[in-house]
């Protein structure tokens, strides 16, 4: 009996010796069978996802200067990954950021609805208080 491979959606005879086999034998399907499987994993077992944490912080002790020297070894790789990162900045950032040049300051504030009725008794008072003046506004 046929099955759709859900990675690549083409058409395979499960192996006879593989129970449940939902993914075709490509090594390419077979990653992203591995990569699920995986990602579910770390979100269910504590104990899997303290293992990985250990295995990586272990493996990061003994290969120190590796991401330096892959950086070095791959600029055209590094300059794309930094094009891209920028790129993932620009869509994460806030559409609504103030763009004002007086940073708010601290202080107290009643918040009045821009929707429903016109006058309201019941305002909104708020604390706002400044936490870091670090960020340059506008």
Known sequence: MEK??????KKFVPHPAVKNQQYCGNPGC???RKRKWQKEKLSHDPDYRENQARAQR????RNRGYWKEYRKRNPAYTEQNRLRQRERRVRIAKM??????????SGRYRLIPLYGKIAKMDDLIVEIGVVTRGYAMG
């Open 4 to 9: 759709t491979c859900p990675c690549c959606r």
């Open 30 to 32: 077979q990653r992203a």
């Open 58 to 61: 272990e493996w990061q002790r």
């Open 96 to 105: 609504d950021e103030l763009h004002i040049k007086v940073p708010i300051s």
